[in-house]
């Protein structure tokens, strides 16, 4: 009987069990705001609502979430992560999507900040580049 290869992580680690699913199932919390982005990353690509809600910052968390099943999540490139005192953070990514059958990039540099020891996404500023006129 053939073993089941263990599910990589969305986020470009190695297998989700060992990199973003412990903070999805609050095993574990993130250690720094690039490893919070990630998770979240992962959580869109995986449609975990509950755990963006969570991780949101209490003054810029939306009330509700929903997100697009037709847009699928493809890949991340974190280009830049700095902390500008200890409790606050930024981090620059590109995340690559797939919608209505066409590529396209969303680049967003975010701002983090940790409340009582845990680090929450607080807003970002994104440049989406629209998904290709034509298949590639």
């Known amino acids: 009987m053939a073993r089941r290869k263990p599910a990589p992580c969305p ?3 190695a297998t989700l069990a060992d990199c973003c699913g412990p903070l999805h199932d609050g095993a574990r ?8 982005m990630r998770s979240r990353y992962s959580a869109y690509a995986l449609g975990l609502t509950d755990y963006l809600l969570a991780t949101w910052h ?4 939306p009330a509700t ?10 890949g991340l490139a974190v280009e830049d992560a700095r902390s500008q005192d200890p409790d606050h953070a930024t981090v620059r990514f590109t995340a690559r999507y ?4 066409r590529a396209g990039r969303l680049h967003e540099n975010s701002r983090f900040e940790r409340i009582d020891g845990r ?17 590639r």
Do not use: H, N
């Open 29 to 36: 919390a993130a250690t720094d705001a690039a490893a919070l």
């Open 65 to 74: 979430l929903a997100l697009d099943p037709s847009m699928k999540w493809i």
């Open 119 to 135: 680090w929450f996404y607080r807003d970002g500023d994104v440049d989406e580049t629209p998904p290709a006129a034509g298949p």
């Open 98 to 101: 797939r919608a209505g059958g």
């Open 58 to 61: 209490p003054d810029t968390r």
């Open 11 to 13: 986020c470009g680690g």
